[in-house]
């Protein structure tokens, strides 16, 4: 199974260019995306279940919001890390044809003693 990752710095500018790809590349069985800076009622699920892929998500306006698209059944959706609370949208994970995959949006630490560098 070939696992790729974007990070597509909003999904609504860049959904063209994402189906595209996909088009282009039917052997990608999972895209992990990253910054889809969308929240959930606003993802575009239709467009790309129509591309013949399955989705979650899991979205934050403006900043971070992560998917997960599969063209086999995910099971085991996990989004967030379990306990943490962390009002960031950035980790999804899920179980694709008995394999682990974590879709993880990592902060730029910036300079050290940040608040971004902290969390």
């Not at 403006?62 to 085991?76: C, F, K």
Request: proline share 5%.
């Amino acid at each position: 199974m070939n696992i790729a990752t974007w990070n597509v710095n909003s999904l609504h500018v860049r959904l063209p260019q994402v189906l595209a790809w996909l088009e282009q590349n039917p052997d990608v069985g999972v895209l992990a995306l990253q910054e889809t800076k969308t929240t959930d009622d606003k993802f575009p699920r239709e467009a790309i279940e129509a591309a013949g892929y399955q989705v979650d998500f899991f979205g934050q306006k403006t900043y971070n919001g992560v998917a997960m698209l599969a063209r086999a059944a995910m099971q085991d959706v996990q989004r967030d890390i379990p306990g943490l609370g962390d009002p960031q949208k950035r980790i999804i994970a899920a179980t694709v044809n008995g394999v682990r995959i974590v879709c993880a949006y990592m902060p730029n630490g910036q300079e050290v003693g940040s608040d971004k560098y902290a969390y």
